[in-house]
Every structure is written in structure tokens, then in C-alpha cells.
């Protein structure tokens, strides 16, 4: 299991919103997922598992010969019984949530034609940002301590914390920081936009309105 | 030739330049050709290209057609094959059924006459042992009068001095025997007369069974459709409960996405008012809509925008029929979001506002 820790000694934007962050990576690239809950997020995760069976099965239904080319979600990934219950309304027992989603995900880590090679439980991460876009970018590292991340709102504050972060992590300068991230070999690095819940969406969508627009 | 000629010829610029002007020319030439014969081989390359592709296209076609041919000639087959069998099953089912019917007929008809003899035998059973009975008791009184005029005889006898009257008497009393045993002839040919009366009584009452058989069969025949009067009725009233039922489960669904909007609803609410707070905006939930408004054209604050959008998103999510979203959101141009299809796409779309 995975943790995102959140590093935020330099910047001091007093956060007001926390969101539940997770991510799912399929072929060597990284989906972000934040929701209002962990269900709400877990719900997001399954929900794109699902898309990504279905876009399988029109692709297998329309294009076969396509499969030489392998599109991310030509990855053979069909959604089993727990994941299509996760990315249902349905209620289900927090006790056993955890249990339940990371099994579900487990069955495709081992299978070798799913293209999915990792994913993240997802946690309490504060919003940084005052000004409102129309959505939410996360930064994500891997290194060898863990993974780190930091959701705001702005795409050049995620970079800026990146920066400032492998900076501090290994005693660098700024330029040999940013050096450092173009040859990074010990993981993952990225900053990518976050894919919200539909409430977090209308929340985001309607915090970057201004009184004219209305 | 003149000097003048002569000089201008041998000028070894003047060669120079004709000698290069002729190779030029010839180079030319020979540039121009190569050139025209590139293109056209050019050309050619592509018509013969084409004319392959032409064929290969042509084969491809060709084979294509003739297998379609081929499986629908099979599947040609196949279906006649299928539907000399339903044939003849439909013909053995009817011949079958036929037969049964028959024997079921015949059956009937035998059972019938079986019970109707087993009537006539018992009623005549009956009859004779009552005759019989009847019989045996006059033929017991007749002994006993023997008896009686048989000791009168003794005693006539005993008293033999007796007059000649006594002897009449004698044969009175030997003619009433006489007449008794008439009398027991004739009772015998009444009890004959009464068994002929029985057996055409026994007739009429099979005639008149047979009425009754059609009688009952014609009650039968109005007991079943009075059955079927009344299935039909618990038929429709079995379909007007699973209305009923129906009708209860959508305003349960739609119970819960009133539930679950109301609490969305309120997180966003509080979520926007913060956010707005943060960035220094003035709250701008009372504000009227422009691009959205109530039915009837009445004008929509945006906190009533929220709160419909979201209750029709989740009603939407739990699949509640149309006429209940359009009772509880009353909202202008509501067809569009009721006539939405979901789409798969690479990017998620979210349910826009404004």
C-alpha cells in the first residue's frame, strides 16, 4: 500500500478544502482521481476501470486488427464483480472497503496482459491555491523514501513545488533541481491534471465563476 | 574567305563558345529525353499499380461473393431442412391428437353404456327378486291352503258316512284350488308383463340419460367459460399489482436521490461559499440565471440551478422514470437532460453548468 505524503514546509497558503486523492497507472502513465470521499474516490477509480472495459470491447467488436497497436485500455482488463459493485452506488461497510479495493485491483496487478501496474489508496490531501481554474492538478515523485504529492489548484504552483521538494530532498540548487527532474531515474514524476468526482467538479466549476459570468 | 572571316573563326573564344553552345545543346537534349522517359516510367509504374490492385481487389470480391454464396445456400438448407420438421412434428401433433380424441370419444361412449347396463341389470335385479319374493309368499300361502283343504279332505274321508254334500263340498273347496292355481298363473303372467313394462321403462330412461348427458355437457361447456371470465380478471388484477408495485419502487428511488442530493447539495453549497470566500468573491448563490430558467419562464437563482441539477443527476444515476423527475424539478427545456445518452469517451465530460 501507498501512501501520498504531503511535504509543504515552504509555501504557506492557508488550505481550506481537502480532497481525497488516488491514482491508478496504466501503461506507464498516471491517473488521478479526487473525490469528496474515499468511497466517492474508489467509486472514480472503478468507474474508469469500467470505461476502460468497455472501450476494450468496442475496440475487440470494431477494430480488431487495432490490437497490434494497443491503446492504453487495449489492455485485456475486464471488470470483475467487486469493481463494478465499488463503482455502483451502492453502500458498502467501510470496515471492509479498504480489503475490498485493494484485492480487486490486486487480481490485475498479477495478470500479465493488464496494462495496469500500480495505484494508490486514496488519502487526505489539502488544496493549495487561492484561484480558482476549472480543475485541480496534483504533482506526483517516487523516490526511494515513497511517494510524495501536492494538490493545488494551478498548474506552475505543482511544478514550483516539484522543484522546491527534490531542492530540499537532496540538498541541490534550484537549476541542478531542475536538472535533476529532466534525468529522473528513480521512479515515477509528473504532474498531471486530477480527474474529479462529479461534486468536486460542480464545486471547482463553480468556485473559478465570477460575477459577471454568471 | 576574308581575313576578317578567317580571324573570327579560328578566335578560340569564338570556338569555345560555339563548341560549348553545340555541347550544351546536345546535353540538353539528352537531359530532356531522360527526364520525359522518368516520367512516363513513372507513369506506367502507377498504371500498372493500379491495374494489380484493380485485380487483387477483383479476386478479393470475387471470392468474397463466392462464399457468401456458399453459406447461403447452407443456410438455405438448413432452414427448408428446419421447416420440413416443423411440418411434419405439426402434422404427427395433429394426427396424434385426433386419435386421441377418438379414443378418448369412444371411451366415454363405452363408459356410458356400461354404467347405463349396470342400471338396467341392477333395477331388474331388484324387480325379479321382488317378483320372486312375491311369488314365493302366494306360492307359500298356496301350500299352506293345500294344507288346509288337504286335512278337510282327511277329515271328510275320516267322517266317509258323510252326505253327499260334503263330497260336494270337496270339489268346491278342489275347484277354489283350482282357482288358486289359476290365480298363481296369472300372477305369473303379470309379473312377465311387468318385466316387458320394465325393460321399455328401462329404454326411456336411457333416452332420457342421454338428455341429461347433453344438458351436462351443455352446463360444462358455460361452467368453462365462466372459468375463464374469472381468469382473465385475476390476470389483469395480477398486472395492476405489479403497476402498483412498480409505482412504489420508483418513488422509493426517487426518495433515496432526494436523500443523497440534499446531502451533495449542502457539501457543495458550503465548499462553494468558501472557496468564493478565499478568493475574495462576493457570494453569488442568490444570483438569477441567465442561460436557465424555472417553467412557466419564471427566472431561476442559481442555488435552485444546484439544487435541480443535482437532484436530476442523481435521479438520473438511479434510473427513476421520466414523469417523476419532471414532477419534483419544474424546469424549462428539462427534455434535454432527460433525453441525454451516456457516451464513452476518452476525456470525462462533466455535467456542465453554464
Same mark, same amino acid.
Given at each position: 500500500?501507498?501512501?501520498?505524503i504531503n511535504l509543504?514546509?515552504?509555501?504557506?497558503?492557508?488550505?481550506?478544502m481537502s #480532497?481525497?486523492?488516488?491514482?491508478?497507472? $496504466? =501503461?506507464?502513465?498516471?491517473?488521478?482521481? +479526487? *473525490?469528496?470521499?474515499?468511497?466517492e474516490?474508489?467509486r472514480?477509480i472503478a468507474l474508469f476501470?469500467?470505461?476502460?472495459?468497455?472501450m476494450h470491447r468496442?475496440?475487440m467488436?470494431?477494430y480488431?486488427?487495432?490490437?497490434?497497436?494497443?491503446?492504453y485500455w487495449?489492455?485485456?482488463v475486464?471488470a470483475s464483480?467487486?469493481?463494478?459493485?465499488i463503482?455502483?452506488?451502492?453502500?458498502?461497510n467501510?470496515d471492509?472497503?479498504d480489503a475490498?479495493?485493494?484485492?480487486?485491483?490486486?487480481?490485475?496487478?498479477?495478470?500479465?496482459d493488464?496494462?495496469i501496474?500500480?495505484?494508490?489508496?486514496? #488519502?487526505v490531501v489539502?488544496v493549495?491555491? $487561492? =484561484?480558482?481554474?476549472n480543475a485541480?492538478? +496534483? *504533482?506526483?515523485?517516487?523516490s526511494?523514501s515513497g511517494?510524495?504529492?501536492?494538490?493545488?489548484?494551478?498548474?506552475?504552483?505543482a511544478?514550483?513545488?516539484?522543484?522546491e521538494?527534490?531542492r530540499?530532498?537532496?540538498n541541490?540548487t534550484v537549476?541542478?533541481?531542475?536538472?535533476?527532474?529532466r534525468?529522473?531515474s528513480?521512479?515515477?514524476?509528473?504532474?498531471?491534471p486530477l480527474?474529479?468526482?462529479?461534486?468536486?467538479?460542480t464545486?471547482?466549476t463553480l468556485a473559478?465563476?465570477t460575477?459577471?459570468s454568471? | 574567305m576574308?581575313p576578317?572571316e578567317?580571324?573570327i573563326?579560328?578566335?578560340?573564344?569564338?570556338?569555345n563558345a560555339t563548341?560549348s553552345a553545340?555541347?550544351?545543346?546536345?546535353h540538353?537534349?539528352v537531359?530532356?529525353?531522360e527526364?520525359a522517359e522518368?516520367?512516363?516510367r513513372?507513369?506506367?509504374?502507377?498504371?500498372?499499380a493500379?491495374?494489380?490492385?484493380a485485380?487483387v481487389n477483383r479476386e478479393?470480391?470475387?471470392k468474397?461473393?463466392e462464399?457468401?454464396?456458399?453459406w447461403?445456400?447452407?443456410?438455405d438448407g438448413l432452414?427448408?431442412n428446419?421447416q420440413?420438421?416443423?411440418?411434419?412434428?405439426?402434422n404427427?401433433?395433429?394426427?396424434?391428437?385426433?386419435?386421441?380424441?377418438?379414443d378418448?370419444?369412444v371411451l366415454?361412449r363405452?363408459v356410458?353404456?356400461?354404467d347405463?347396463?349396470?342400471?338396467q341389470?341392477g333395477a331388474?335385479?331388484?324387480?325379479?327378486?321382488a317378483?320372486?319374493s312375491?311369488l314365493?309368499?302366494?306360492?307359500?300361502?298356496?301350500?299352506g291352503?293345500?294344507?288346509a283343504?288337504?286335512?278337510s279332505?282327511?277329515h271328510?274321508r275320516?267322517?266317509?258316512?258323510?252326505?253327499q254334500t260334503?263330497?260336494?263340498?270337496?270339489r268346491v273347496?278342489l275347484?277354489a284350488?283350482?282357482g288358486?292355481?289359476?290365480?298363481l298363473?296369472?300372477n305369473?303372467h303379470?309379473a312377465?308383463?311387468?318385466?316387458?313394462k320394465?325393460?321399455v321403462?328401462?329404454k326411456?330412461?336411457?333416452?332420457?340419460?342421454?338428455?341429461?348427458?347433453?344438458?351436462?355437457e351443455?352446463?360444462?361447456?358455460r361452467?368453462?367459460?365462466?372459468?375463464?371470465?374469472a381468469?382473465g380478471?385475476?390476470?389483469?388484477t395480477?398486472t395492476h399489482i405489479?403497476?402498483?408495485?412498480?409505482e412504489?419502487?420508483d418513488n422509493?428511488?426517487?426518495?433515496?436521490a432526494?436523500?443523497?442530493?440534499g446531502?451533495t447539495?449542502?457539501?457543495v453549497?458550503?465548499?462553494?461559499?468558501?472557496?468564493w470566500?478565499?478568493?475574495?468573491?462576493?457570494?453569488?448563490?442568490d444570483?438569477l440565471?441567465t442561460?436557465?430558467?424555472?417553467?412557466?419562464?419564471?427566472?431561476?437563482?442559481m442555488r435552485?440551478y444546484?439544487?435541480?441539477?443535482t437532484?436530476?443527476k442523481?435521479?438520473k444515476a438511479r434510473d427513476?422514470?421520466d414523469?417523476?423527475?419532471?414532477?419534483?424539478?419544474p424546469?424549462?427545456?428539462?427534455?434535454d437532460?432527460l433525453?441525454?445518452k451516456?457516451?464513452?469517451s476518452?476525456?470525462k465530460?462533466?455535467?456542465?453548468?453554464?
Amino acid at each position: 500500500m501507498t501512501e501520498i505524503i504531503n511535504l509543504n514546509r515552504a509555501i504557506q497558503h492557508r488550505s481550506r478544502m481537502s #480532497v481525497f486523492v488516488g491514482y491508478l497507472t $496504466v =501503461d506507464w502513465r498516471c491517473y488521478a482521481f +479526487a *473525490a469528496e470521499t474515499k468511497r466517492e474516490c474508489m467509486r472514480q477509480i472503478a468507474l474508469f476501470i469500467c470505461e476502460m472495459d468497455e472501450m476494450h470491447r468496442a475496440d475487440m467488436r470494431d477494430y480488431p486488427e487495432v490490437a497490434a497497436l494497443r491503446p492504453y485500455w487495449y489492455s485485456g482488463v475486464v471488470a470483475s464483480n467487486d469493481i463494478c459493485r465499488i463503482a455502483s452506488l451502492a453502500e458498502i461497510n467501510p470496515d471492509h472497503l479498504d480489503a475490498m479495493f485493494v484485492d480487486a485491483i490486486d487480481v490485475y496487478l498479477v495478470d500479465p496482459d493488464v496494462r495496469i501496474t500500480s495505484h494508490a489508496i486514496p #488519502v487526505v490531501v489539502p488544496v493549495h491555491g $487561492v =484561484d480558482f481554474g476549472n480543475a485541480l492538478y +496534483a *504533482a506526483l515523485i517516487e523516490s526511494e523514501s515513497g511517494i510524495a504529492g501536492y494538490v493545488s489548484t494551478t498548474k506552475e504552483a505543482a511544478s514550483v513545488w516539484m522543484v522546491e521538494y527534490v531542492r530540499d530532498q537532496m540538498n541541490m540548487t534550484v537549476p541542478q533541481a531542475e536538472r535533476q527532474l529532466r534525468n529522473w531515474s528513480h521512479g515515477f514524476l509528473d504532474v498531471v491534471p486530477l480527474r474529479l468526482s462529479p461534486n468536486l467538479q460542480t464545486v471547482v466549476t463553480l468556485a473559478s465563476l465570477t460575477p459577471t459570468s454568471v | 574567305m576574308g581575313p576578317e572571316e578567317l580571324a573570327i573563326i579560328t578566335n578560340p573564344g569564338f570556338i569555345n563558345a560555339t563548341f560549348s553552345a553545340g555541347e550544351n545543346w546536345f546535353h540538353n537534349l539528352v537531359a530532356r529525353a531522360e527526364e520525359a522517359e522518368r516520367l512516363a516510367r513513372r507513369k506506367n509504374s502507377f498504371e500498372a499499380a493500379n491495374a494489380e490492385l484493380a485485380l487483387v481487389n477483383r479476386e478479393l470480391l470475387n471470392k468474397s461473393q463466392e462464399q457468401n454464396a456458399r453459406w447461403k445456400r447452407y443456410a438455405d438448407g438448413l432452414v427448408a431442412n428446419i421447416q420440413a420438421l416443423q411440418a411434419k412434428m405439426a402434422n404427427d401433433a395433429q394426427s396424434l391428437k385426433d386419435e386421441r380424441r377418438a379414443d378418448m370419444d369412444v371411451l366415454g361412449r363405452v363408459v356410458d353404456e356400461r354404467d347405463a347396463l349396470q342400471e338396467q341389470f341392477g333395477a331388474l335385479k331388484t324387480e325379479t327378486s321382488a317378483t320372486i319374493s312375491q311369488l314365493q309368499g302366494d306360492l307359500s300361502g298356496a301350500r299352506g291352503a293345500l294344507t288346509a283343504t288337504q286335512s278337510s279332505l282327511d277329515h271328510e274321508r275320516r267322517s266317509l258316512s258323510a252326505t253327499q254334500t260334503d263330497l260336494g263340498n270337496v270339489r268346491v273347496a278342489l275347484h277354489a284350488t283350482e282357482g288358486d292355481r289359476q290365480r298363481l298363473q296369472s300372477n305369473l303372467h303379470l309379473a312377465e308383463d311387468a318385466l316387458e313394462k320394465a325393460g321399455v321403462y328401462i329404454k326411456a330412461l336411457k333416452a332420457a340419460s342421454r338428455d341429461n348427458a347433453l344438458a351436462a355437457e351443455a352446463d360444462r361447456q358455460r361452467l368453462q367459460s365462466q372459468v375463464e371470465v374469472a381468469e382473465g380478471t385475476l390476470r389483469g388484477t395480477v398486472t395492476h399489482i405489479t403497476a402498483l408495485e412498480a409505482e412504489r419502487r420508483d418513488n422509493a428511488l426517487a426518495a433515496q436521490a432526494i436523500e443523497a442530493a440534499g446531502m451533495t447539495v449542502m457539501y457543495v453549497t458550503a465548499q462553494a461559499m468558501e472557496a468564493w470566500a478565499a478568493q475574495g468573491k462576493a457570494p453569488m448563490l442568490d444570483n438569477l440565471m441567465t442561460s436557465h430558467a424555472k417553467a412557466g419562464g419564471k427566472p431561476m437563482t442559481m442555488r435552485e440551478y444546484l439544487w435541480f441539477a443535482t437532484l436530476i443527476k442523481e435521479m438520473k444515476a438511479r434510473d427513476v422514470p421520466d414523469h417523476l423527475i419532471r414532477a419534483r424539478c419544474p424546469v424549462d427545456g428539462i427534455d434535454d437532460f432527460l433525453a441525454r445518452k451516456a457516451d464513452v469517451s476518452d476525456q470525462k465530460v462533466a455535467l456542465t453548468l453554464l
